[in-house]
């Protein structure tokens, strides 16, 4: 219980009461703010990390949400892997905006590998790049392939891409 002065005489009350005791004066509760949230960690852990942690919106106090987890998923994330708005995915992350070896976003900044609107890694694919090889609109890379430029190494590299991807998810097609 925390001790408040009155809105009409200035006398301390207590913050529980509805009316003052010395004047009878009304006195206003405090506002309540709704929030949403929610955030749920799996019972498994890796070395104190939970395997899973979801977390969207925020906190009664009006606090972010932020997954921490192996597996990231949220609004905010960091972790292994993240599907997250704005996430960390020091392995893998995907959402609007992702920061990790490889990603998947509009904006993706991949050290590896980055696809997005706007991507950058050693394999930068989007409508622009910035990487060693690039396949984009346009951009800045080493090897580039895109409407204004076009690097036979920068086409030998995602042709070999292609197929090497084909031969792993069993894709073939036959020519008759």
Do not use: N
Not at 132 to 149: D, F, H, N, T
Request: glycine fraction near 16%; include cysteine; hydrophobic fraction near 45%.
């Amino acid at each position: 219980m925390a001790l408040k002065p009155c809105p009409e005489c200035g006398h301390q009350i207590s913050s529980d009461v509805v009316a003052c005791p010395g004047c009878g004066a009304p006195v206003p509760a405090p506002p309540t703010r709704k929030r949403f949230g929610f955030s749920w960690r799996s019972k498994t852990a890796i070395f104190g990390i939970p395997l899973i942690h979801v977390a969207i919106g925020r906190d009664g106090s009006g606090r972010l949400h932020v997954a921490k987890g192996v597996v990231a998923i949220g609004q905010f994330g960091i972790g292994l892997i993240t599907i997250a708005q704005f996430g960390i995915g020091f392995l893998f992350g995907f959402g609007q905006f992702s920061l990790g070896l490889i990603t998947l976003a509009q904006l993706s900044f991949g050290l590896l590998l980055g696809v997005g609107q706007v991507a950058t890694g050693v394999f930068a694919v989007g409508q622009l790049v910035l990487g060693i090889y690039g396949l984009c609109q346009s951009g800045i890379a080493k090897y580039m392939w895109s409407p204004g430029r076009v690097d036979m190494e920068a086409v030998a590299m995602f042709y070999t891409i292609q197929m090497r991807l084909r031969d792993l998810i069993g894709v073939y097609t036959t020519v008759h």
